[in-house]
């Protein structure tokens, strides 16, 4: 898929890796291009590429960050996902709660 803007600029060439979420490959596409900056509508797009018989679209929802073992001070707290519509903030917040953490430890991770 070939993205091209309003005005027929050339953005740039969106790929989804076998095994990958396609919403997770453009939420990176856009993020990479600045797109959402430019007020592009990644739910439409999204839709669109949805519609690919050979696109398996599980979730709707793009995983912004991701790691298996995350580490907040000296404490790992475990797998660490962050969504688009949640605030990478928020679930640290969430995290130092739930293992009973200090804001240092927070500010480290």
Not at 62 to 74: E, Q, S
Request: with cysteine; proline share 3%.
């Amino acid at each position: 898929f070939g993205g091209c803007g309003t005005t027929g600029e050339f953005i740039g060439v969106f790929q989804v890796t076998y095994g990958e979420e396609p919403v997770d490959a453009l939420y990176a596409f856009f993020a990479r291009h600045g797109l959402f900056g430019k007020g592009w509508n990644m739910r439409a797009v999204l839709d669109q590429i949805c519609d690919a018989p050979e696109l398996d679209c599980a979730r709707t929802e793009a995983i912004k960050y991701a790691v298996d073992d995350f580490v907040m001070g000296n404490t790992s707290v475990g797998p660490l996902n962050i969504t688009e519509r949640r605030e990478v903030i928020d679930v640290l917040f969430e995290k130092r709660h739930e293992h009973n953490l200090t804001v240092e430890d927070q500010m480290k991770s």
